[in-house]
């Protein structure tokens, strides 16, 4: 090849002028790593001459010297180092001793030298590790803390510090240096897990520690529970101490200097307070690793109170005073009562009240009691008020042998509470066998009550105070349905029967019934049909609706609900119909087709009218050419005055009528249409 390469430069010296330099590859400094007790090449190529001297030197160091193509060689330590054919140079079983920078040299008789340059990198596996420190712990303040890493084989390329996984730079804080890491200052923050992580091309250790950094006591937190300036004589409370610290501080406490024993984690439990234990408690605190201490002070004040909070009322006093309460008893000393709206000198203590003759300005007033203490000052409040509207209730029972009990309650919201009074057909209503009224007068109980006798009647309460009365009536009714609907599921086995009931009506029970097949059930499939309604289902007062199932989607059945009063049964709801749409029999087409002329002939009629009113609107008028005029006149025998009168009635089921009956003449002049209802049209025309 460099015969050939030779040839190639005397060709191009002799045809092209131009002559072959030597040249060597690479030319730049070269990085080469190597595992230890491997082989490892230096490589490099040349051009432009075919038989250069090599000299490769270590350093300053000559330490292989070689004529490529000719097998003498110079000063090569061949247990080592293996000269190659192109200037190359092998290291076998290189060691970490041959770390260093590599040149080579390459020069040609009346040629100019060339060289290159290399860096060898020898690694061993990196071994026997460990991370140590240069004290058991760091504690808060100190000069510094140093941590270092050992290896017992191998060395690191690259060395990063992490704290809690996040790497470390260098720092104010932080100094790296070599294999330490010095935290300069440590702070309990510095506390956590340190990593160094050694790798080099061939492998990597990463080793942890962690760090506690010893601090306070520092920060302290004195409590009293429960939180409150004042405590009251035989309530319990705990006074707690703590710091932080690292350990944590340990904690004694002292009650105008003596030692108290704690209740235990530093806590002291004093229960069932006395006045001879307000004073002054100390808390010691110290670090049992540094030695430092902290002690804090905390006073604690015991009184009586009176307990809870006060309670304000208000009456009535002989029918038309009111009689404002305040009550908050006991205390050391007791508590000063006063209601400041209603007078402002006033006051008494533990049970205070006030009677005020003009109660009608005090409807909706908000009437403060101001409750005073040494160790609480607190209010309590009430508002009057009239009795306002209110809808009274009714509620129907029926025992087991079936005699019916009414009750109708009316409570109106009132302060103070309102009495009631009930009334019927003008007379005062007593309690006596037949009516009964509650302790708090706003219930009244009709025993034994008849839907078809007087008990069917109004009856008025009347709620009463000092600031104002109101009234409602209720006015039984008998058992009744106001309305009523069915619905169908979607697979049209089940239909929902619901319906509602006036708020008054007095109702113990209903009766679900229906006319039509009997329902299906797994045990009788075979269906009877019943032309008769009867009783399917017996639901209580409080119900709503009710599903019925077993239902045939061929069928027609006919449902209705009938209400009950004990043994009195009020009128039957609505029948509804379920079951297959019925359509339109022939008769009813035909009488739909015959009025469709009819139809047309309105409509004509229609455009005339709008046709003339804008012709008769138009000014000037003149005259205009005789010609063929139409008009059409539509008559009906039916009066205004009968129109719409009462409700909507239903359409009428045309299966059961006639087609209506249509007369119609033609004449030269004109065409009548003359039914059998009374409504005819007729359509004429001649010369104007």
């Known amino acids: 090849m460099q015969t050939l390469f030779s040839l190639i430069c005397v060709l191009l010296f002799f045809t092209a002028g131009n002559v072959c330099y030597l040249s060597i590859s690479p030319t730049g400094p070269v990085s080469v790593e190597a595992l230890a007790s491997t082989n490892v090449t230096l490589g490099v190529s040349h051009a432009g001459v075919s038989r250069p001297e090599v000299m490769w030197f270590m350093g300053d160091r000559l330490i292989a010297r070689w004529t490529i193509g000719d097998g003498s060689l110079s000063g090569v330590d061949l247990d080592v180092l293996k000269p190659e054919q192109d200037g190359s140079l092998t290291f076998r079983n290189v060691s970490l001793s041959y770390n260093g920078t590599y040149t080579v040299e390459m020069t040609q008789i009346g040629e ?16 026997n590790t460990s991370l140590l420190t240069d004290s058991d712990d760091a504690v808060e303040g100190e000069a510094k803390f140093t941590l270092f890493y050992s290896t017992m084989r191998g060395e690191a390329k690259e060395v990063r510090w992490f704290f809690n996984g996040l790497q470390v730079k260098n720092a104010s804080h ?63 409370l705990f006074l707690s101490c703590q710091a932080e610290g690292e350990p944590a501080p340990s904690t004694s406490w002292f009650f105008n200097g003596e030692s108290i024993a704690p209740s235990g984690s530093g ?107 040494p160790l609480n000052q607190t209010q309590c409040s009430v508002i009057p008020r009239a009795p306002v509207g209110f809808l009274p209730v009714i509620l129907t029972s029926m025992s087991e042998d079936e005699r019916t009990t009414v009750v109708i309650h009316c409570s109106a919201e009132a302060t103070p509470e309102a009495l009631v009074r009930w009334i019927k057909n003008g007379d005062r209503l007593q309690t006596g066998s037949k009516y009964q009224i509650s302790a708090n007068t706003t219930q009244l109980f009709i025993h034994d009550f008849n839907a078809t006798s007087s008990d069917l009647d109004t009856y008025t309460c009347t709620a009463i105070n000092p600031l104002g009365n109101t009234t ?43 006319k039509g097949p009997e329902l299906s059930s797994p045990s009788q499939p075979k269906r009877n049909i019943m032309t008769d309604f009867h009783t399917i289902r017996l639901m209580p007062a409080s119900t709503r609706n009710t599903t019925v199932s077993g239902i045939d989607p061929e069928s027609t059945y006919y449902f209705r609900i009938i209400p009950k009063a004990g043994r009195t049964a ?18 009813s087409i035909a009488a739909v087709a015959a009025g469709i002329p009819c139809a047309v002939l309105l409509l004509l009629v229609l455009l005339g009218f709008i046709y003339c009113g804008t012709r008769a609107d138009r000014s000037p008028r003149y005259p205009v050419s005789r010609a063929v005029e139409k008009v059409v006149v539509c008559r009906s025998t039916l009066k205004p005055q009968n129109l719409l009168r009462g409700r909507l009635k ?39």
């Open 112 to 127: 100019a030298k060339v060289s290159a340059t290399f860096d060898l990198f020898v690694y061993d596996i990196i071994k």
């Open 472 to 514: 409602a009536d209720s006015t039984l009714l008998g058992p009744q349905i106001s309305n009523s609907s069915v619905f169908l599921s979607d697979d049209q086995a089940e239909v929902t029967v619901a319906w509602h009931v006036p708020l008054t009506s007095v109702i113990t029970g209903f009766d679900i019934q229906m």
């Open 267 to 373: 806590t002291v439990h004093l229960a069932d307070l006395k006045m001879s234990q307000s004073g002054v408690y100390t808390c010691v605190m110290v670090n049992s690793r540094t030695k430092a201490t902290l002690q804090r002070n905390l006073t604690v004040i015991i009184y009586e109170a009176p307990s809870g909070g006060p309670a304000c009322s208000v009456q009535t006093v002989n029918g038309a005073l009111l009689q404002f309460l305040c009550l908050w008893p006991g205390g050391a000393p007791e508590a000063q009562l006063s209601f400041p709206g209603l007078s402002h000198n006033a006051s008494g203590y533990a049970n205070y009240s006030i009677t005020i003759n003009d109660t009608q300005r005090l409807h909706g007033q908000e009437i403060i009691c101001k409750a005073e203490h």
């Open 174 to 236: 932080y100094s790296i240096a070599g294999k330490k890491l010095t935290i300069n200052q440590p702070r309990r923050s510095d506390a956590g897990r340190y990593s160094v992580l050694l790798t080099n091309p061939f492998s990597n250790e990463t080793l942890h520690r962690n760090i506690t950094v010893l601090y306070g006591p520092d920060k302290p937190v004195l409590k009293v529970s429960p939180t409150k300036a004042v405590f009251v004589s035989g309530e319990s």
């Open 650 to 688: 239903p359409p009428p089921e045309y299966r059961l009528q006639q087609v209506p009956h249509l007369s119609i003449t033609i004449t030269q002049s004109d065409a009548s249409f003359v039914f059998t209802d009374g409504f005819s049209c007729v359509f004429s025309h001649g010369a104007a």
């Open 570 to 587: 009020g009128e039957p709801s609505e029948q509804h119909r379920i079951g297959p749409a019925a359509g339109l029999s022939g008769a």
